[in-house]
């Protein structure tokens, strides 16, 4: 077991742009969520999964962001429309229940929007 | 809403100097307390799970309390290889949400 696989681990691109980033969490953990994390902040809840079904998502997320799980094992994050205030690291992470807090990190896919 | 503040936001010691970080909590209801360390670069890295005032968690040279209001983390003699951020986060037991609130976290630097 490799852990949490993040990809791409750099994305540049021009404000407009949609982006995506991929997770693969550890194989038997039936949770994953999404954290976005900014410099000198913690990191900040997105949404999360349990199996395919997206349980939870945080009020502060636009409308230009979605996430998948199909079938319940990796997962996409998408922004559409990239601004320049979305350039962030964001940080994949699974658990496997009843350990919710437990969470597994991976390494981050850093956005950078120009 | 879920407040988690962290002091000092940064500190220096020399190996082998023992000190404690601060994480105090606002929250509704406490489900657990969370102990995360990060290097530069790298995703979070799981440390402790505390539930309840008055637990405690140790491992290696690191040891997490808490209180009903704040949780410690106790470095004792620490080495360069601990210098990292620590973060410290609460999951809510009310509404059954499933997210951590993370505070900023304390960078530790550990001179040798």
């Known amino acids: 077991d490799t852990g949490v696989s993040q990809n791409p681990r750099h994305k540049i691109t021009k404000r407009g742009q949609n982006v995506t980033f991929r997770c693969d969490p550890i194989?038997?953990?039936?949770?994953l969520y999404w954290y976005r994390q900014t410099l000198g902040q913690g990191p900040e809840f997105l949404t999360y999964?349990?199996?395919?079904?997206?349980?939870?998502k945080s009020r502060l997320l636009s409308d230009r962001f979605s996430a998948e799980r199909p079938k319940g094992s990796f997962s996409t994050l998408e922004i559409q429309r990239t601004e320049q205030g979305d350039s962030a690291m964001y940080l994949c992470a699974s658990s496997q229940s009843p350990h919710t807090g437990e969470l597994f990190f991976g390494e981050g896919s850093r956005l950078t929007v120009l | 809403e879920d407040q988690v503040t962290q002091s000092p936001e940064a500190l220096r010691l020399q190996e082998g100097e023992s000190s404690s970080l601060n994480c105090s909590y606002t929250?509704?209801?406490?489900?657990?307390l969370f102990w995360y360390r990060q290097d530069p670069g790298k995703g979070p890295e799981f440390l402790f799970t505390?539930?309840?005032a008055g637990e405690e968690k140790e491992k290696e040279r690191l040891k997490a309390t808490l209180t009903k209001k704040e949780s410690f983390l106790h470095i004792t003699a620490p080495k360069p290889e601990d210098s990292a951020t620590y973060l410290c986060a609460v999951q809510e037991s009310q509404g059954g949400s499933e997210k951590l609130v993370f505070g900023k976290g304390t960078k530790l630097t550990v001179n040798p």
């Open positions: 999964f349990q199996n395919e079904a997206q349980l939870e």
């Open positions: 929250v509704s209801g406490l489900r657990g």
């Open positions: 194989s038997e953990h039936n949770r």
């Open positions: 505390l539930y309840s």
